[in-house]
């Protein structure tokens, strides 16, 4: 599974970052171990899931994550998730 995660702000994306996750896992495990990966090469705190991002997820495999996700203040718009290969 890999996953690409950008930081994005004023409509330019500021870094990106591709996780490969090859665990013989549950694919909610993969996923949030890569979002922790993420987390820590950017160094933010983990976001929260609201049900916005849990149903967007199941939907199309994407999501964004906003300020209202983080208990710590972020310096960008929002942070987005996409399973690019399962």
């Known amino acids: 599974m890999r996953i690409w995660f950008k930081v994005w702000k004023d409509n ?3 870094r990106d970052l ?3 996750e090859e665990e013989l896992d549950t694919r909610t ?3 949030f171990h890569a979002l922790e990966q993420a ?3 950017f160094d933010l705190s ?3 899931w ?3 991002n849990i149903a967007e997820f199941k939907k199309h495999a994407k999501t964004r994550f ?3 996700n983080f208990v710590d203040g972020i310096d960008f718009d929002y942070l987005e998730m996409h ?3 399962e």
Do not use: F, T
């Open 50 to 52: 609201l049900d916005a």
């Open 83 to 85: 399973v690019i290969e």
């Open 18 to 20: 591709v996780v490969c």
């Open 39 to 41: 987390c820590y090469e």
């Open 66 to 68: 906003h300020s209202d």
């Open 12 to 14: 330019r994306m500021l």
């Open 46 to 48: 983990k976001p929260i």
């Open 29 to 31: 495990h993969r996923i």
